[in-house]
């Protein structure tokens, strides 16, 4: 096998790894908030700002590798993409609630995280 093609399945198989890392992170965020108002709210507020923290080191490693793969040109991805996906590897702060906020030197940017993982998502179905 050629050195290019063991690197591509290699980055394919770290990047189902990251979206699934992505996807659960995401998955344990909705049920601390299907908890709200039945356990003791400080207990899931420091769980949901734990999780809130892993969620960005996850998109983080996903849009890391998903940079790495278009610098390899095994993807192309559109310059509203790259912007977010910048917007969170360099983000010096971090929020959710319902949607993504990343704040740099550019200023706020709201993440479209839709718009990302479905293209991580059809990278992986091609």
């Known amino acids: 096998m ?23 992170t995401l998955n344990r965020l909705k049920q601390i908030e299907a ?3 039945v356990f003791d709210d400080m207990i899931l507020k420091n769980d949901k700002n734990k999780t809130v923290l892993d969620l960005e080191l996850t998109l983080a490693t996903l849009c890391i590798l998903l940079r790495k793969m278009s610098e390899n040109l095994f993807i192309k991805v559109s310059d509203e993409l790259r912007r977010d996906m910048n917007s969170i590897i360099h983000s010096n702060r971090f929020e959710y609630d319902h949607e993504i ?12 995280l839709d718009r990302l993982l ?3 998502h059809s990278i992986l179905l091609k």
């Open 101 to 112: 906020v990343a704040y740099s030197q550019k200023g706020r940017e709201t993440i479209e």
């Open 2 to 24: 050629a050195n290019r093609e063991l690197k591509k399945m290699c980055y394919l198989a770290a990047l189902e790894d990251s979206v699934t890392a992505v996807e659960v």
């Open 118 to 120: 479905k293209f991580a």
């Open 35 to 37: 908890k709200e108002g």
